[in-house]
Every structure is written in C-alpha cells, then in structure tokens.
C-alpha cells in the first residue's frame, strides 16, 4: 500500500469524510474554516498515528491506554507519527529545535529504544541521550555546547 486510506471518519466536525493520501508526498490540507481540518488532522491522522508510535515504541503504558482509536471505519497505511504543535517558546540557555518543538523527547524514546552501543554494560535509557542530565551530557561543557575557560591575558592588564 503506497496511500494512507481513511473510510468514514466522524471526528468532531467531521461527517463521514473518506479520503486517500499518497505516501511519500507533500500534503497540503485546505478549507473553509469550520470544515474540519484540524479534525482531520489532529483528531483522526495524528490520534492514530501517535496511537502506532507509542504502540511501536514501548511509550508509556498508562498513556498508550487512555489513547483511543479515532473515530471512523477504516484508517490503513499511517506511520507512526509525531506532531509539532505551535506553542509558547521558553528559551533557555540549553535550548534546541529538538526541545523548542517537542521533538527532543520523542528522539530519546526512540535512540534508547533502538540506537545502539559500544559501550559493555550500559543500559540504554532516555536519561543517556540526555544533554540536561548528567548521564547523557558532554562531559566537557555539561550539555550547554559551550566551554568556559579564563584568558589569563584578559584579566591582567600589565603583567609586570
């Protein structure tokens, strides 16, 4: 199957919208506004993909059970998904497109789940791919990307 398939989809403001959507392309959903698209999307396509990406992935067990199969009679060919929602930014010193967008630890879960080490004994948990903790981060900078060093030249300004 190179399409996502979706039969009768009644989400919110959704009637029993069927569509199919190429793989592999780039989609753009439009529409009056009150037609459904944030249904479509959020409540149908990505509900049912988060829903396969915490089924795949071993998520959080209490979480995967509160999630519920959207509601419509047939929803073939999704992959896994991850949304980027928009949201209100806090930056910080330690702050990344990975953890401004949410991404971050969904990359952890996955990388500790299937990433591989050469490293004898070490069990694989989110906390090692980390850069805010000490377990993952650089040893070096202690995850902030930069290091602190003094320019004894700086400092005195005549050294006699």
Same mark, same amino acid.
């Given at each position: 199957m190179r399409e996502i398939v979706i039969e009768k989809a009644s989400e919110n403001n959704l009637r029993d919208v069927s569509l199919r959507i190429p793989h592999y392309s780039l989609v753009?959903?439009?529409?009056?506004?009150?037609?459904?698209?944030?249904?479509?999307v959020y409540d149908v396509l990505f509900a049912e993909g988060r829903r396969l990406f915490y089924e795949n992935f071993g998520g959080n067990r209490l979480a995967q059970a509160s999630m519920a199969r959207p509601k419509a009679a047939l929803i073939e060919g999704l992959f896994p998904v991850v949304a980027v929602n928009q949201n209100n930014i806090v930056r910080s010193p330690r702050s990344t497109v990975g953890t401004l967008t949410?991404?971050?630890d969904y990359l952890r879960l996955l990388f500790a789940? =299937?990433? !591989?080490?050469?490293?004898?004994g070490i069990y694989k948990t989110r906390?090692?791919?980390?850069?805010? =903790?000490? !377990?993952?981060?650089?040893p070096a900078c202690k995850g902030l990307g930069v290091e602190d060093h003094i320019d004894p030249t700086l400092l005195i300004k005549d050294p006699s």
């Open positions: 753009a959903v439009t529409g009056v506004s009150g037609s459904g698209k944030t249904s479509l949410g991404l971050y789940r =299937l990433g !591989e080490t050469t490293a004898p906390s090692l791919f980390s850069f805010n =903790l000490p !377990e993952g981060w650089c």
